[in-house]
């Protein structure tokens, strides 16, 4: 059933993420039915994804829902409808942008959700912002990452301070 992990035993440290449904939202706003969300998730426990990235815990004070697909969002309850009972062939994870998400309401504790991975997605310049959510869905008890973006645009002692900090 693990395919993928089986040809990557040699780097048991490296986990893949399939993004498919959050960077896709991108281009249609998050619209996908519940049928296609349902697919792609088998599709990668079978694959030996480790990791199903489903969207963002978006703010519903900034984003108007009803201009959105509820990925944009990622409701615990919208997830459950997929997982169902949850496989651990497959953990589910969210990105939650720094500046764009109400993280301390919208994202509960670990025990309450199906949610296994918060992705916390920040700039050079909103690190220690970025370190706040990290904390938080830390001690909410979630596995964390962080997506610096665009860090080609920064110098390298910008991202040096940054990785320090984190």
């Not at 904390?135 to 962080?146: F, I, L, M, R, T």
Request: charged letters at 30%; hydrophobic letters at 40%.
């Amino acid at each position: 059933m693990k395919e993928l992990s089986n040809l990557m035993n040699y780097r048991s440290s490296i986990k893949v993420v399939d993004a498919t449904l959050r960077d896709g939202g991108l281009v249609n706003d998050f619209f996908f039915t519940d049928e296609f969300v349902k697919a792609l998730y088998q599709t990668n426990r079978k694959a030996g994804v480790d990791y199903m990235e489903f969207g963002y815990k978006a703010s519903k004070e900034m984003f108007d829902e009803s201009k959105f697909g509820k990925w944009k969002f990622c409701k615990d309850d919208d997830i459950r409808a997929i997982v169902g009972e949850k496989s651990e062939d497959v953990k589910v994870a969210v990105m939650a942008d720094v500046g764009r998400c109400d993280y301390k309401n919208d994202i509960v504790n670990r025990t309450d959700s199906p949610i296994d991975l918060i992705r916390v997605a920040t700039y050079l310049n909103t690190i220690p912002a970025a370190v706040d959510m990290i904390e938080d869905a830390k001690n909410k008890g979630y596995e964390v990452s962080c997506n610096i973006m665009a860090i080609s645009n920064g110098q390298e002692s910008d991202l040096q301070v940054a990785l320090d900090i984190l």
